[in-house]
């Protein structure tokens, strides 16, 4: 069990630490402002009409780094500090956002897979640690390597091995939804070389929180399926 938490602890201390780098590149670009003089929003939504996107709306979120693409009611959301500023930062998140409306609008295989796996995911995926443990605790009870409790071991497998395949099939969605962005402010001649360098430094380290994220999925999904294949020796 102590090697267990030292990879979660492991984890969540480069987690910290990208989360930290990603903060910190986006106050630095914060500081780089668009010579266009154009807002987050406004940014979005030029992209939007650039791409025939019609049936999309921006709006604003609370919070700092919240934004997102809801699919549901086709609404991209900038936070505080992306909507109404005019920055590199913000047009990247911006731009990137919007390029999940993109993705939506073109039925991107990758945003079309993730979508499907989101409702199995947010069922098991807070479950799944529990019922591993709870089928190795049942095993080592009985002393039984093959009954009950390994079955109900598997199966919480079985859901983490989904949420830890979320995590991988986010990663194609959101590097592309970062190239799409690029590609559009450079092409469109959005930004000036400078606050291109700034944007796409942004999106790189905003990236790296998903890689580190789905490696972590990985890592614990092997852990607990070393401890519950190797209890059976």
């Not at 939007?48 to 809801?70: A, C, E, Q």
């Not at 079985?158 to 949420?163: K, L, T, Y």
């Not at 469109?188 to 972590?216: C, F, H, I, P």
Request: with cysteine; glycine share 8%; hydrophobic share 50%.
């Amino acid at each position: 069990m102590m090697t267990y938490y030292i990879l979660i602890g492991g984890i969540a201390l480069v987690s910290w630490l990208v989360s930290n780098k990603l903060k910190s590149k986006f106050k630095k670009y914060s500081q780089v402002h668009l010579r266009n003089g154009m807002s987050g929003a406004e940014i979005a939504q030029k992209m939007l009409d650039d791409h025939g996107i019609r049936d999309v709306k921006v709006i604003s979120t609370p919070g700092m780094l919240t934004d997102h693409y809801n699919p549901k009611n086709k609404t991209v959301n900038l936070s505080e500090g992306v909507y109404s500023q005019r920055n590199a930062a913000a047009a990247a998140v911006a731009a990137h956002e919007c390029g999940h409306a993109v993705q939506h609008a073109q039925a991107y295989e990758w945003l079309t897979m993730r979508s499907k796996l989101v409702p199995v995911v947010s069922v098991t995926s807070g479950m799944s640690t529990w019922v591993v443990f709870g089928g190795i605790a049942l095993m080592a009870a009985t002393g039984v390597a093959g009954g009950i409790g390994f079955y109900i071991a598997v199966a919480g497998l079985v859901m983490m091995g989904m949420a830890t395949l979320f995590s991988f099939v986010t990663l194609p969605v959101e590097y592309d939804a970062s190239k799409r962005a690029l590609v559009w402010l450079k092409q469109k001649n959005m930004v000036s070389q400078q606050e291109y360098a700034g944007a796409e430094d942004a999106l790189k380290w905003a990236a790296r929180t998903y890689l580190v994220a789905a490696l972590g999925a990985l890592a614990s999904l092997l852990y607990w399926a070393f401890q519950v294949f190797g209890s059976r020796d």
